[in-house]
């Protein structure tokens, strides 16, 4: 599937299911984030490659820019839903469902 066909279908979900997705986003980036700051050498030479402090800070700045743009996307102009309203979705979300 496409980059532009992806597009396209993440405005057909419903908003708790791409919610759901941005959460699976910013996990995998910080997954594979946190992969590259202790990289192992091979077996001939047995050692662990710790980055320095500031290649350290320059990926946790670049893992905080990366959260804060997620968040970005989540921002709203509306206030954030009652418990009501939450039950609610979830009960129409359901209802979808099932």
Known sequence: MSLQEVKEQ???LL???RLAL???I???LQKELNSQT???EPIEQPSV???SSSVRGRLRAGRTT???QMRGFLKTDKPAPTDSEVQSM???RLAEKY
Do not use: A, H, Y
């Open 10 to 12: 993440v405005f057909k």
């Open 15 to 17: 908003i708790s299911d």
């Open 22 to 24: 941005v959460n699976l």
């Open 26 to 28: 910013v996990e995998s």
């Open 38 to 40: 202790v990289q192992i």
């Open 49 to 51: 490659c710790i980055p």
């Open 66 to 68: 990366l959260i804060n």
């Open 90 to 92: 979830l009960e129409e």
